[in-house]
């Protein structure tokens, strides 16, 4: 089965400069690959995915990149907010996806 | 409905008991998945329907777990003989179709086995 694995573990950012998460994945079939935030004690929720035609994926300030080659991708945020501290955590797959074990963002004001 | 209805919220039973969950999809999302997420951990993978066909059963980490979904909709998960290990929030999550489409969360369960 896919294995995915996510770096780093917590991530401490001043306000304004950027986050940068990076997940590689283990299973040459996977084709999608979705990203998630969860806020504290809420539910994940779906910020921004790619699928593997594409390279690259930009929404505002968040941004993902995949490397087929490689098997892996990242999590771009730029000009981070408060608001953006939360767990992330990438997941790939086919038909189901495996998650990654998530990635605690801190942005100091 | 609007989003994933998961109840109950919160769940405190007794080891030994058994516990059912329940979700309730997105109407039209023909697939369903069951993941459980620990205190601080990342989310484990336990079941998932698509249509019609057999439900992928891969992560469900014992006997004790099963899971049904009637008519294409509604799903229960059911845990027999409840251990401590057991304790998590068990998180159900619906799409329009399996492979590359975002999952909608619902705000789980929180079962506490005592």
């Known amino acids: 089965g896919e294995n995915v694995e996510q770096h780093p573990s917590t991530l401490s950012v001043q306000e304004g400069d950027s986050a940068v998460i990076k997940c590689t994945y283990s299973?040459?079939?996977?084709?999608?690959f979705p990203w998630y935030k969860q806020e504290l004690g809420k539910r994940p929720q779906l910020i921004i995915d790619i699928r593997s035609n594409v390279g690259e994926k930009k929404d505002q300030r968040i941004a993902v990149t995949l490397n087929k080659t490689a098997k892996h991708f990242s999590l771009h945020i730029t000009e981070t907010q408060p608001e953006d501290s939360a767990v992330y955590f990438c997941?790939?797959?086919?038909?189901?996806?495996?998650f990654g074990t998530g990635t605690k963002l801190q942005v100091i004001p | 409905g609007a989003g994933v209805s998961q109840s109950p919220s919160n769940k405190v039973t007794e080891k030994g008991k058994d516990v059912e969950l329940r979700c309730d999809p997105i109407s039209g999302h023909t697939a369903l998945y069951w993941y459980r997420q620990s205190l601080g951990q990342g989310l484990e993978f336990l079941i998932y329907?698509?249509?019609?066909?057999?439900?992928?059963k891969s992560g469900l980490p014992s006997d004790r777990f099963s899971a049904e979904r009637t008519g294409g909709s509604v799903s229960t998960l059911t845990i027999q003989r409840t251990q401590q290990e057991d304790s998590a929030v068990y998180l159900c999550?619906?799409?329009?179709?399996?492979?590359?489409?975002?999952?909608?969360f619902g705000s789980g369960t929180r079962l506490t086995v005592v």
């Open positions: 997941a790939g797959g086919y038909q189901k996806v495996t």
């Open positions: 999550a619906s799409s329009r179709g399996q492979g590359s489409y975002g999952y909608t």
């Open positions: 329907f698509q249509g019609n066909s057999a439900p992928d």
């Open positions: 299973d040459s079939a996977s084709n999608y």
